[in-house]
């Protein structure tokens, strides 16, 4: 007996499903660099102040004004480094803050949060190209900067964009303008200043001093929405601290150059608190890790001069570095960036109206506030 014919069995018509891969999600986290090294200070500089975003001169004159500045500036610059042990700490907390928020979106898919630095290593092109082989479907661009400004986010995006372009990153990016009165970054920074004010209160009614990093008067002039958000997120704080009465004020420090900086200074404010003899704390409210500016201008400069002037007590509010509130706030950013499927590739992350109609570089339009 032959054996029965098999059946003929039929090709599979419909291909077996694949295993779907979980969607790959690129974080990038910009920020504005330090020097890792003393000989690293000058050629920091250089890169700073080659920035047509932040010496807005003519292509051969702003490389010679910037080799004029970072050569004039090195030292003083070096001594600041100095005091932090030789460099800046602002890339170890920038990446620790990647890695909470790596954490934080471990329910997104397969997220990777990659950091990026304006002015030193790592720069935005071998950035670009790890990110481009880690091969993502999507990518988030994610400032560093809660308030938007021209010469902080809009260069730091625009330069990826250049980096992205030249490394041949294609996959579709979404970018977060400004969170400046985002609630887990403001919940972190009133936690952090309800400690600062328990500090404060046996010397007497302290006053706080939200201190943000300045800018020259012509660029916000020019309609930077800088300034603007910076008065925001203290506003936003002090609505969540609730304290009846409170004594505050905005202030601006760092200033750099000849130019006349935004004001009130931060230290002018010491000066009037030590006429005042009130308690002072000071918050920084622009940067959201520790560095030079933090550690040692208000740590060192700014503590010195309270005592000078007769301040009765001086307390550093610590920034947020990886508060669980704010590494929540940037996870809730990142969600709301994946989720928007139209109006641009650009958005306030708050998804409010925050920044003044028509003003440089962001998309947003008025509030009207
Ligand atoms: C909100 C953030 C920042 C704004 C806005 C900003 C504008 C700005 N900065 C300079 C010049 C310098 N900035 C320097 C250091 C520095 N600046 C920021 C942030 C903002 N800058 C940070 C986070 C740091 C610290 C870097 C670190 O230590 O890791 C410096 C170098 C230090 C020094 O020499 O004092 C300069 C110079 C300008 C001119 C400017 C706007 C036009
Ligand atoms: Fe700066
Ligand atoms: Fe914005």
New binding site residues.
């Given amino acids: 007996m032959s054996p029965l014919p098999l059946p003929e069995i039929a090709p599979d018509t419909q291909a077996a499903p694949k295993a779907a891969r979980a969607r790959r999600i690129a974080v990038v986290l910009f920020?504005?660099?330090?020097?890792d090294r003393l000989e690293a200070v000058r050629p920091?500089?250089y890169n700073?102040?080659r920035d047509p975003?932040?010496i807005g001169l003519p292509a051969p004159f702003r490389q010679l004004v910037a080799h004029l500045i970072s050569s004039r500036?090195d030292k003083?610059?070096q001594g600041?480094?100095q005091t932090?042990g030789g460099g800046?700490?602002?890339l170890p907390n920038t990446l620790a803050q990647a890695r909470a928020l790596e954490q934080q979106l471990w329910d997104a898919g397969t997220v990777r949060v990659f950091v990026s630095m304006r002015y030193w290593h790592p720069f935005s092109d071998a950035v670009a190209h790890d990110v481009k082989d880690w091969e993502p479907d999507e990518v988030v661009l994610l400032p560093l900067?809660p308030?938007f400004?021209t010469?902080?986010t809009a260069s730091s995006l625009k330069d990826w964009q250049r980096a992205a372009k030249a490394a041949g990153l294609t996959a579709p990016s979404r970018s977060i303008c400004c969170y400046p009165d985002e609630p887990g970054f403001v919940a972190a920074v009133a936690k952090l200043i309800r400690a600062g004010l328990e500090d404060a209160a046996p010397h007497g009614k302290p006053r706080v001093l939200f201190s943000?990093?300045?800018?020259?008067e012509k660029?916000v002039k020019g309609g930077d929405p800088?300034q603007f958000q910076c008065e925001r997120t203290a506003q936003a704080v002090v609505k969540s601290l609730r304290i009846e009465k409170l004594d505050w004020v905005s202030c601006y420090q760092?200033r750099?150059?000849p130019m006349k900086w935004i004001g009130p200074s931060t230290d002018e404010e010491i000066r009037r608190a030590g006429q005042d003899r009130v308690p002072v704390v000071v918050v920084p409210i622009?940067?959201v890790s520790e560095?030079?500016?933090t550690l040692v201008?208000i740590e060192h400069e700014y503590r010195h001069l309270a005592k000078a002037v007769g301040v009765p007590h001086f307390v550093r509010v610590p920034t947020v570095g990886v508060e669980p509130a704010f590494i929540l706030g940037l996870a809730g950013l990142v969600r709301q960036a994946l989720i928007r499927t139209s109006g641009g590739p650009v958005m306030c992350g708050t998804g409010l109206r925050l920044c003044p109609a028509g003003k440089a570089g962001c998309p947003q339009p008025a509030s009207g506030a």
């Fill in positions: 920020n504005l660099g330090g020097p920091f500089l700073l102040f975003a932040i500036r003083v610059a600041i480094y932090l800046s700490p602002l900067y308030q400004s010469t902080t943000a990093h300045g800018l020259p660029v800088y760092s750099v150059g622009a940067f560095h030079s500016e201008e």
